[in-house]
């Protein structure tokens, strides 16, 4: 059974510009969570989608947005990229049961110049 | 809103040994689960433990197990006869279970990174 995948792995942009990063789940899971991880802030929940909607957003501006598509693949997409969204970005995928175990990807490294 | 706190940045162990690593947390929820997540230097996050706040027995998984203290909000992890393997950031996460089926939303301590020395 293929893990949860992410592209692009690594990806570099300059301020202002804007990134779409993708996930693909576990073939079944239905829930797809993502995640900003730093080394000052650690890990912090951006959003979760489930079959197509928008279950729960995190504390973050409106410049993170995400999508899900009725193949339950997500997409987050960052605009007007500033200095400090540089991240590693986790997505996790799960059945969408009450106690489902998130599973992660490897994350897609975004560094911004 | 909820916190989690690992106060050990750092930790080492001897190969074979057995460690603990430290979690609190901060709620005023009753209904909640716990989990701990290892990372290891590839990065992708996978699932070592998880708790159910309304059990009282402690969570077991082979070398791993928790010592949940629900009254002191603990909620550590022990790793008995640690293994080279073990070595890897480990993060302590919080969920509500009131969030009506939501399974996403976990709150993270800043982790604990543990050496295992051969």
């Known amino acids: 059974k293929a893990g949860v995948t992410q592209t692009p792995r690594y990806l570099i942009k300059t301020r202002g510009q804007q990134v779409t990063l993708s996930c693909s789940p576990i073939s079944g899971h239905r829930s797809v969570s993502w995640y900003q991880q730093t080394p000052g802030q650690g890990l912090q929940f951006l959003f979760e989608y489930f079959s197509e909607t928008q279950r729960n957003k995190g504390n973050f501006p409106g410049r993170f947005s995400g999508r899900q598509f009725s193949n339950s693949r997500s997409e987050m997409n960052v605009s007007t990229l500033e200095l400090g969204d540089s991240a590693l970005y986790l997505c996790a995928s799960s059945s969408g049961e009450l106690l489902g175990e998130l599973f992660f990807g490897e994350g897609s490294r975004l560094t911004v110049l | ?118």
């Open chain 2, 1 to 118: 809103a909820q916190t989690v706190t690992q106060s050990q940045p750092e930790m080492s162990v001897q190969e074979a040994e057995t460690v603990t690593l430290s979690c609190t947390y901060d709620t005023s929820e009753s209904d909640y689960y716990l989990f701990w997540y290892k990372q290891p230097p590839s990065r992708q996050m996978i699932l070592v433990i998880r708790q159910e706040a309304y059990k009282q027995q402690n969570a077991t998984e082979n070398r791993f197990s928790v010592n949940f203290q629900k009254a002191a909000k603990s909620f550590s992890l022990k790793i008995s006869d640690s293994q080279l393997g073990d070595a890897a950031m480990y993060f302590c996460a919080y969920r509500s279970a009131n969030y009506g089926g939501s399974q996403g939303n976990l709150i993270f301590g800043k982790g604990t990174k543990l050496s295992v020395k051969p």
